[in-house]
């Protein structure tokens, strides 16, 4: 016999925690900096390459690659895909 949930789902306890927004964007940014980092590994590009590549400085990529620190800009990121072949994508669900 197959047991059903009981309580709220993780997500309803963060929103009801006032977290939801704040977890919700580092899991986004940690999967951001896994995704610069696979495509520069896969491409074999150095960090002094692609911030070359990106016409910014190594510290500006480190900050980017930090999977804790969410101080990126849409620009960065744009600029990132560009510099690896990717673009960005973006959506409101």
Avoid: Y
């Avoid at 997500?11 to 999967?31: C, I, M, N, P, Y």
């Avoid at 980092?37 to 070359?52: H, I, N, P, V």
């Avoid at 990529?61 to 560009?82: G, H, I, M, Y």
Wanted: cysteine-free.
């Amino acid at each position: 016999m197959k047991k059903k949930n009981i309580g709220s789902s993780f997500d309803s306890w963060l929103r009801e925690d006032g977290t939801f927004e704040e977890v919700s964007a580092g899991a986004l940014k940690r999967v951001i900096a896994r995704q610069v980092e696979g495509a520069m590994a896969d491409r074999g590009l150095s960090k002094a390459e692609m911030a070359r590549r990106m016409h910014t400085s190594r510290s500006q990529l480190d900050r980017l690659l930090d999977p804790e620190n969410d101080s990126v800009t849409l620009t960065t990121l744009q600029k990132a895909a560009t510099a690896v072949g990717r673009e960005v994508r973006l959506e409101l669900v």
